[in-house]
């Protein structure tokens, strides 16, 4: 007896419908190829960024390396920066008592001024951010920075300031 002896037809209908081995095949296959090309984008999403790294490190010339740091007051270093801020910086008028921090990112250009006043952290009070770029404005000139080969470059600080209330 063999398999078809076994099958049950029904007037009018046709053979009852069997699995086809093809049907798994090319789902097989389709499944594979999805995943292979998933596969393939997932890695190559991964070098795009691995390049984009890789390019930034290559991007710093060893031999154009920043020699000279900027000075301010022409000669003077960082502290002393710092001290001309502390001595001139003045709380904006009725907020004397607000303990606030304020965080300015700047750039010391070419000619030794200061520009390109960006404010990365404030309080809601807009007269601290003023107060604190009218006195970057008036800072004294600057050394710019220098390369290894003495181009003058800019150079972008990122400055924290705190107005701290006396106690």
Not at 82 to 98: D, H, T, V
């Amino acid at each position: 007896m063999n398999k078809e002896d076994n099958e049950v037809y029904f007037l009018g209908k046709n053979k009852p419908k069997q699995h086809n081995k093809r049907i798994y095949l090319y789902t097989l296959i389709l499944l594979a190829i999805l995943g292979i090309s998933g596969w393939i984008y997932y890695k190559s999403t991964i070098k795009k960024t691995d390049n984009t790294e890789i390019l930034q490190t290559v991007s710093i010339h060893p031999k154009k390396t920043i020699l000279k740091r900027p000075r301010f007051d022409k000669d003077k270093d960082i502290t002393a920066f710092y001290s001309w801020i502390a001595q001139n910086l003045k709380y904006p008028k009725g907020l004397e008592n607000k303990d606030v921090k304020i965080v300015i990112k700047f750039t010391v250009n070419t000619a030794g001024k200061l520009e390109k006043f960006q404010i990365l952290e404030s309080p809601k009070e807009k007269a601290f951010e003023q107060a604190v770029i009218s006195l970057l404005k008036e800072s004294p000139q600057w050394a710019p920075a220098e390369l290894t080969d003495g181009t003058k470059v800019n150079m972008e600080f990122t400055l924290p300031v705190s107005f701290k209330p006396e106690k």
